[in-house]
């Protein structure tokens, strides 16, 4: 029997198909080992030795591993074909080895497919090679580079910038992008002027023309600053003889875009579907995983021979031979640091049509036939497209001024047709067909348009423009884009709001402090010559433990010099950087960092033991304070210690304060330790909050109701996973926190009854009762669990001991167990004929052991 090694179960069943009875073919679900989490994972003084650690559910797919595997003909490790894939393979040899798990004369093979057809797994099994040391090496180098400056960073981030979780390589680098585009939009000052825009008639078609020209001098788009300059300039068109002085007609083509990377398959995604990165990644993974597309994490451009030749053929049958241009395009990778070692993604078979595969989940349908279209495209000929030019005279007495109208018309669609395109998609006035012109013709003019317009401060990023950013910068990899902008998310240092990314107070606050004391190291230019480096030991052209040397030398001495940092410093320099975003300029023109309080003390960041907040300078004499939010806003909340008061309890009479502390805001009723509170959910901003909804939050949790089947309580609240609904002990999650305040008993007995059914934290089964006793303080019960028998009643479990066999236990042993667990008291009386009802599976032990 031959072992092959693969990452996903999806990926592992379709191979089986393929390979046949001679075959096992097993999932690692993903990477087995990784750097524990904690000091000393990677030290630097051992020649940097690194120490992994295998978790529990990885500990189990390694054993079923270990198990076939000791019985094997060959060992075939069939991992993703990337540096990744290549590092898991490593890390399962690696195990195995340790385990003594291999035959010596077990052959090990790796191979690496592209795509999971049966053509591309059955080549690949004939052309195994070894585990690829300079790409494992690269790997290796990854992990610690990152784990070196997480590890040594974020001490001194929580140090010295109290409320900040941690800093990451790539990551600091993505969220500078995010800040920083904040700051050009914050800074940016709006420019006036006006658009001049004739609408004109010929031959009784109308088209536009815009203002080209002013006494022979070209205008370009801001020319006009004011008002009274367009009317002078509307009166002098009006008053005109309107002349064509000439028309150019110019032939043009329009080429098509290359087939998809990971990066331009992410932002088309984004642009045509709303698709998120992270969604687009696990729909193209399932497509890969059903053998419909080639492997989706790539930079490379190209389509292999055979794919380039299929294309042709699928174009000249849906499209006709016109389509087909003379020669097949070659494409080649603009993204710095791309590696051309996979092809694009595209399909495996470009004669599946999108329409004919109906198996597919709307987001998998319309994600593959961007795809198959994209991919064809990138082979048909070029559009062409007549682009004709035409410059009006409009000439008075007193002033020369020259029209232009632009337009163009789609002699041959080309690649276009495969999108239903009829026109081009360049702007509105490019994409309009003119009137027949000639030189000498006197069109007619219908009106002037004058407008006016301020010029718009640059767009924030999405997340389809920010990884087009990153990737034009050489910074991170196809696998790491919709990982690094999740934990940015995650950590609450940036937000997604209609698709745009926002930076939170915490984020720029990380952001400035970095810029500020570690600007080296969140360089553009420097994180991407990390990834070159990466490239180079991947190449096998140095050793990457050169590399580590290098960073470590310059970065451990670096870190060392900050840690002597007093928080002054810090204040000072994140005051500076930050002072436009924390104290706005006000409209009467006062100074916007006087205290509002005691009107002498000047505001500015201080620092706590939850994060960062804005003081007055006369504390403790004055005590105002306020949230960086509100700061930014301009508003502000004065109260002892800085709490600020949203209102009273109806009921009680106590305040309710809107506090900050180390998780985050949070709403609290009255004083003390015993206070009740209760945590802003996500996507509540602090901003917002009221006394209104501070009252809803702390109603938490709420009774629905009574369960129609048990009788026990339903409640419905908010936990560390969101919000949800519980039942005895089974918790589900509700999709939206609004709901937890509104749900009802019937919307919340099916959710229940779905999370039973599904099983998951909270919701799994509990085990049939191999015995059951009836006892005053309620029915016990002999249960076989996961960690082995035990007793039960109510909510208490007591493990049975290892000699004592689940059917041999007696009332009076159970009552013993319970009662050392805290439960009922031994000497509880049992009801007068207490005896234990047998199932089938205790009378089954009963008769075995009677006939032995």
Not at 296 to 304: F, G, I, L, P, W
Not at 356 to 381: E, F, G, V
Not at 611 to 619: K, L, Q, V
Request: aromatic share 6%; net charge neutral; with cysteine.
């Amino acid at each position: 029997m031959k072992v092959v090694i693969v990452e996903s179960p999806a990926k592992a069943k379709t191979i089986n198909k393929y390979l046949g009875k001679d075959f096992e073919v097993l999932a690692s679900f993903g990477h087995v080992r990784d750097l524990p989490a904690k000091d000393g994972s990677v030290r630097p003084d051992e020649d940097f030795a690194m120490s992994w650690a295998v978790d529990a559910a990885s500990k189990k797919r390694l054993a079923d591993i270990t198990k076939a595997v000791k019985g094997a003909d060959e060992l075939i490790l069939a991992t993703d074909p990337d540096r990744e894939g290549e590092a898991i393979s490593w890390h399962v040899l690696d195990v195995l080895r340790e385990k003594k798990a291999l035959k010596k004369d077990v052959p090990v093979k790796r191979v690496v497919f592209n795509a999971i057809t049966k053509d591309a797994v059955t080549q690949a099994m004939k052309n195994p090679r070894e585990i690829d040391g300079p790409l494992v090496d690269a790997y290796l180098a990854r992990r610690a580079l990152d784990y070196l400056v997480g590890f040594t960073l974020s001490p001194i981030l929580w140090r010295k910038l109290p409320g900040s979780r941690s800093a990451g390589r790539v990551q600091s680098v993505a969220l500078r992008l995010v800040c920083e585009r904040e700051e050009e939009i914050e800074k940016f000052k709006p420019e006036e002027y006006w658009s001049v825009i004739s609408t004109l008639n010929q031959a009784g078609k109308s088209f536009d023309a815009r203002l080209y020209a002013v006494d022979g001098k070209k205008v370009d788009k801001l020319a006009v600053k004011a008002g009274e300059d367009a009317e002078l300039l509307k009166k002098s068109i009006e008053t005109s003889r309107l002349a064509v002085v000439s028309v150019d007609k110019k032939p043009t083509k329009r080429n098509p875009y290359a087939p998809f990377t990971t990066s331009t398959l992410q932002q088309d995604a984004s642009s045509r579907l709303g698709l998120s990165p992270s969604r687009t990644m696990q729909i193209a993974q399932r497509l890969y995983e059903d053998g419909l597309i080639t492997y989706m994490r790539t930079d490379a451009v190209q389509m292999a021979p055979e794919a380039i030749e299929a294309a042709r053929r699928v174009i000249a049958k849906e499209f006709g031979a016109d389509y087909v241009p003379e020669k097949p395009r070659l494409y080649s990778s603009k993204a710095k640091n791309a590696q051309e070692a996979h092809e694009a993604v595209r399909p495996t078979d470009l004669g599946k049509h999108p329409d004919t595969l109906r198996n597919l989940d709307p987001d998998q349908h319309k994600l593959y036939q961007l795809i198959w279209r994209r991919s064809l495209a990138s082979q048909m000929r070029s559009a062409e497209i007549e682009r004709t030019t035409a410059d009006i005279d409009a000439d008075t007495a007193e002033r020369k001024i020259m029209l232009r109208a632009v337009g163009s018309v789609i002699t041959f669609p080309g690649f276009l047709g495969v999108y239903g395109i009829e026109k081009t998609e360049e702007d509105d006035e490019d994409s309009r067909e003119l009137p027949a012109l000639a030189e000498g013709d006197s069109p007619k003019l219908e009106k002037v348009n004058i407008a006016q317009h301020f010029t718009q401060p640059p767009a924030r990023f999405t997340e389809a423009s920010l990884i087009k950013k990153m990737e034009e910068l050489g910074i991170g990899r196809p696998s790491t884009y919709a990982a690094t902008l999740g934990t940015l998310k995650d950590r609450d240092y940036i937000r997604l709001e209609k698709r745009t990314l926002y930076p939170e107070d915490r984020g720029r606050l990380v952001t400035a402090f970095l810029q500020s004391f570690f600007s080296k190291y969140v360089e553009y230019g420097f994180t991407a010559s990390l990834e070159e480096q990466l490239d180079e030991i991947s190449a096998g052209d140095i050793d990457y433990k050169d590399v580590l040397r290098q960073f470590w030398t310059d970065f451990s001495k670096h870190t060392t010099e900050i840690k002597d940092l007093r928080v002054s410093e810090v204040l000072d320099a994140l005051n500076d950087l930050l002072g436009h975003h924390i104290f706005p300029a006000k409209e009467d023109g006062s100074d916007p960092r006087l205290c509002p309080t005691c009107g002498e003390g000047q505001l500015s960041l201080k620092l706590g033991k939850f994060g960062a907040f804005i003081g007055c300078s006369n504390y403790p004499d004055c005590r105002h304070t306020q949230q960086l939010s509100e700061s930014a806003t301009g508003q502000s909340s004065e109260s002892i210690d800085g709490d600020g008061v949203l209102g009273t309890d109806p009921e009680s009479g106590e305040d309710i304060f809107l506090k900050t502390g180390r998780f985050g805001p949070y709403v609290q009723l009255g004083d003390g330790k015993e206070a009740k509170r209760s945590s802003l959910p996500r996507g509540w901003d602090a901003g917002s909050m009221d006394l209104e909804k501070a009252l809803k939050l702390l109603s938490l949790p709420r009774e629905v109701g009574e369960h129609p089947e048990t009788g026990k309580p339903i409640t419905a609240g908010i936990g560390r996973y969101g919000p949800f609904v519980l039942h005895d002990g089974t918790y589900a999650n509700l999709p939206d926190v609004e709901e937890v305040f509104s749900v009802g008993l019937n919307r919340a007995v099916s959710l229940i009854a779905e999370k039973k059914a599904n099983g998951g934290r909270g919701g799994r089964a509990t085990p049939a009762a191999i015995a059951t006793f009836e006892h005053d303080d309620g029915p016990i019960t002999v249960r076989s669990g996961r960690y082995g028998p035990y007793v039960n009643q109510g909510k208490v479990n007591a493990t049975l001991p290892k000699d004592l066999a689940p059917e041999a236990v007696t009332l009076e042993k159970a009552l013993e167990l319970i009662a050392a667990k805290g439960g009922s008291s031994a000497k509880g009386k049992p009801k007068a004929k207490a005896k234990a009802k047998p199932t089938a599976k205790s009378k089954a032990a009963a008769k075995k052991k009677a006939e032995a």
